[in-house]
């Protein structure tokens, strides 16, 4: 494994460059791994010994490294006290203060600690905690199993170095969009490639009714990026509300540009999504802008989501507008605010299909977007209660601001229509 060395320095290289590791940290784990195997074959218990290679000269370099103590900062075995015992002799000797203290210094090993008198022998200005190196013989012949593990660590550390390597990348790309291809699904979960890393997106993160299909490419929120043994590190989402946000800022450079405000979105992903703009420009019409030139805008946020309907509402701070903007297509006569964040809706007969929605889910979505629970009556009738719906899992909106988007604010979600 090691009689090549120059085989070494160019795999280091590759490896640095596929990976997208630094060559630095590559080489330190090299080099580490061969300082571990020449430890192994030829050292003994207690050294610190360090490897250094040098790929201008192709040359690999030993040193045996041993810190600088007192007579202050160690102490010696005593009769029948041997190094091997030192973690035996501590918990046994734990008792008194004096002898307590005492204790908790290290063992003194000649493998790896040196005196300050002798130290000054060889380094005049050596200091306690100074580390003095020893070079050592170079071998090329390394055993078998101590070349396996070298090798081994060495695996091991380029797997360790590449996750932190991606970790690092996509960390500050949360609540980013990003494109990636199907590898698998997987009891639900997808798996998908993004290049350098693999992301998955759990089966409650996914779209209900979205097919996806091992080799097709498509977008997603990356949701959270997280470094925890056993579990993976990117986290993505389709069914987020801030995917639709990402989107539409992908699509309208008045968003982007900070010029108009999603303020925020009530979605049932796969079915329906609602969401409030507002224009921080006089001029710009906010809802148009989503909308686009004869629905071109919203038209390629759709295409990206299938068959999920859009509602883009106008925001409005008067709670009364607010509500009967969220409530469209339906055309509203009258909202009166009740105690407890609620909210009496009266509309005409014709217009009461409407604003309840399939199943109720106009008014569902409505009372997430606004934050307030909406009792829908007729005109004709307004004694009688023709729906209600609370405000339903606001909490799964919380923690939107988080992701650099002022956007979704769970207690008040916007519609915009997409006719």
């Known amino acids: 494994m090691f009689s090549n060395l120059k085989d070494i320095s160019k795999?280091?290289?590759?490896?640095?460059?596929?990976?997208?590791?630094?060559?630095?940290?590559?080489?330190?784990?090299?080099?580490?791994?061969?300082?571990?195997?020449?430890?192994?074959?030829?050292g003994q218990k207690g050294e610190v010994i360090k490897a250094k290679f040098n790929p201008e000269s192709n040359t690999l370099n030993f040193w045996q490294v041993k810190t600088v103590v007192s007579?202050?900062?160690?102490r010696f075995p005593?009769?029948?006290?041997?190094?091997?015992?030192?973690?035996?002799?501590?918990?046994?000797?734990?008792?008194?203060?004096?002898?307590?203290?005492?204790?908790?210094?290290?063992?003194?090993?000649e493998a790896k600690h040196i005196l300050i008198a002798d130290a000054?022998?060889?380094?005049?200005?050596?200091?306690?905690?100074?580390e003095i190196i020893f070079p050592l013989e170079v071998h090329d012949d390394f055993g078998r199993i101590a070349s396996q593990a070298a090798k081994q660590a060495i695996l091991q550390k380029l797997r360790e170095l590449?996750?932190?390597?991606?970790?690092?990348?996509?960390?500050?790309?949360?609540?980013?969009?990003?494109?990636?291809?199907i590898q698998r699904f997987d009891r639900g979960n997808v798996y998908v490639n993004l290049g350098r890393a693999t992301g998955v997106m759990f089966a409650n993160e996914s779209v209900p009714g979205e097919r996806y299909v091992s080799g097709s490419r498509m977008r997603f929120l990356i949701l959270t990026v997280?470094?925890?043994?056993?579990?993976?590190?990117?986290?993505?989402s389709r069914a987020n509300p801030n995917f639709i946000a990402k989107l539409f800022e992908m699509e309208v450079p008045e968003l982007a540009e900070g010029l108009i405000e999603i303020k925020a979105i009530a979605r049932e992903a796969g079915s329906r999504t609602k969401v409030a703009v507002y224009s921080k420009t006089a001029g710009i019409d906010a809802v148009g802008s989503l909308v686009g030139q004869r629905g071109t805008r919203i038209m390629a946020v759709n295409n990206e989501l299938g068959q999920e309907k859009i509602d883009v509402i106008e925001w409005s701070d008067d709670v009364e507008k607010l509500i009967a903007n969220s409530l469209s297509p339906a055309k509203v006569e009258s909202v009166e605010i009740l105690p407890?964040?609620?909210?009496?809706?009266?509309?005409?007969?014709?217009?009461?299909?409407?604003?309840?929605?399939?199943?109720?889910?106009?008014?569902?979505?409505?009372?997430?977007?606004?934050?307030?629970?909406?009792?829908?009556?007729?005109?004709?009738?307004?004694?009688?209660?023709?729906f209600k719906s609370g405000t339903g899992d606001e909490e799964e909106y919380n923690g939107a601001?988080?992701?650099?988007?002022?956007v979704v604010s769970e207690n008040k979600e916007k519609k915009v229509e997409n006719n």
């Open 71 to 74: 007579n202050e900062t160690v």
């Open 401 to 406: 601001e988080e992701d650099n988007i002022e």
């Open 162 to 181: 590449e996750k932190e390597s991606i970790i690092e990348e996509f960390k500050g790309r949360e609540g980013q969009v990003v494109s990636g291809i």
């Open 340 to 386: 407890r964040h609620e909210a009496r809706v009266n509309l005409a007969e014709d217009q009461l299909s409407l604003a309840i929605g399939k199943n109720g889910q106009n008014v569902r979505l409505a009372a997430k977007l606004t934050g307030y629970k909406i009792d829908i009556r007729s005109l004709t009738n307004p004694e009688k209660v023709q």
């Open 226 to 236: 997280q470094n925890v043994p056993r579990l993976p590190e990117i986290i993505l």
């Open 11 to 42: 795999a280091a290289n590759q490896i640095a460059e596929e990976k997208g590791i630094s060559s630095e940290k590559v080489w330190e784990a090299i080099e580490w791994a061969l300082a571990a195997a020449y430890k192994k074959e030829y």
């Open 120 to 130: 000054k022998k060889i380094k005049p200005d050596a200091q306690v905690g100074d």
């Open 78 to 109: 005593k009769e029948g006290e041997n190094v091997s015992g030192e973690k035996e002799e501590k918990e046994k000797n734990n008792e008194t203060t004096n002898e307590n203290v005492e204790n908790k210094l290290p063992l003194f090993n």
